[in-house]
């Protein structure tokens, strides 16, 4: 049984570190809107003439926004471009739970943009609905555009493997750089959640199936951040990201020699990197991005095979090489 949160005197659970918010006072009742604000009034008019409907006009109890609970015509929402593609096995399971129950019981989150609805969290269950021939879908219409980037951090429709969250937020940057060129990568880091995520996401977009689990824990130590606009941001994680498949190509060489001198390990990938990742050996500062990376693609061309045993291979564990 999981160990219950410290309390405070007043009984609350203690708050988690890093944790600023002080929700509202509102209570249940103070949650609905009989006289919603002007911004709102003009999103729910707009709903009615894309031919959806308000269910409620509401705020939400922790910041107070004020949200509508709509029906939207299914055709008329999309996922947002910068999400994760959608998996056949979830929408299956989900299409299968629908027709079992008969129900659809969670809504979606939307934002309009040009006469339609884009949802950041909901390409599953829309895709169900889709399939299954409903007209309509629930959805929670959030009238801030910019919501929609933050929202992908609130996702747990389906948990995210490592490619999917990496192709999500390089997305995300490629649409924000064009809609919002103004912003720095910086002021990104509760949508991207780390550097390490953005420079594979857009290495991911070259090669679908590399294997990016292997470099990610050597690449969060050296990647950051980037204090710049995002146009400038994107061109440098595309040029990050080339470092990586260069990386990538020079590992994939070295565990084809291996293979060539007999071993058969699923594990000779992440082998080959935690052999030639310095850091492991390193205390206090560590190399810049490039550095670790030019020495990590030396080390990986220069690997000779034949000082390698098969103890070494066999003590080096870590995830298969494919992901």
């Known amino acids: 049984m999981p160990r219950a949160r410290p309390k405070t005197k007043t009984g609350r659970p203690r708050a988690r570190k890093g944790v ?5 006072e509102l209570g249940p009742g103070q949650l ?27 705020r939400e109890p922790l910041g107070g926004h004020a949200l509508l609970f709509t029906a939207l015509p299914v055709d008329k929402v999309e996922p947002t471009p910068f999400q994760r593609d959608v998996s056949d ?30 949802t950041p969290n909901g390409g599953h269950r829309l895709t169900a609905l889709k399939e299954l021939g409903a007209k309509a879908v629930l ?5 801030e555009r910019a919501v929609a980037y933050q ?15 990496s192709l999500e937020v390089a997305r995300m940057l490629r649409d924000l750089s064009t809609t919002d060129p103004s912003r720095r990568e910086s002021e990104l880091t509760l949508e991207l959640e780390e550097p390490v995520l953005v420079t594979l996401g857009f290495a991911y977009e070259q ?22 606009k995002l146009p400038e941001a994107l061109r ?29 390990s699923p594990y000779l990938k992440a ?25 990590m693609t030396k080390r990986a061309r220069g690997m000779d095979p034949a000082r390698v045993r098969t103890e070494d291979v066999a003590r080096s564990g870590g995830p298969p090489d494919a992901e």
Request: no cysteine; charged share 30%.
């Open 207 to 228: 090669r679908g199936r590399l294997s990016g689990g292997a470099y990610a824990p050597a690449l969060r130590k050296v990647d950051e951040f980037l204090d710049s």
């Open 139 to 143: 959805a929670l219409l959030v009238p």
């Open 89 to 118: 096995a979830h929408v299956l399971k989900l299409t299968r739970a629908m027709d079992k129950t008969r129900r659809y019981l969670d809504p979606i989150i939307a934002v309009r943009e040009d006469g339609a609805y884009r």
């Open 32 to 58: 609905r809107l009989d006289d919603p604000p002007a911004e709102l009034q003009a999103l729910a008019r707009q709903v009615e003439e894309d031919g959806g409907a308000v269910l409620a006009a509401y």
């Open 236 to 264: 440098e994680r595309e040029r990050r990201a080339a470092l990586v498949l260069e990386l990538d190509d020079a590992v994939g060489a070295a565990v084809e020699k291996l293979k060539e001198r007999g071993f058969t």
């Open 20 to 24: 600023k918010l002080k929700p509202t």
């Open 151 to 165: 929202i992908l951090a609130l996702n747990i429709e389906k948990a995210h493997n490592l490619r999917e969250k």
């Open 271 to 295: 082998f080959v990197v935690a052999r030639v990742n310095p850091l492991r050996f390193m205390k206090g500062s560590v190399p810049g991005f490039d550095e670790l990376l030019a020495t």
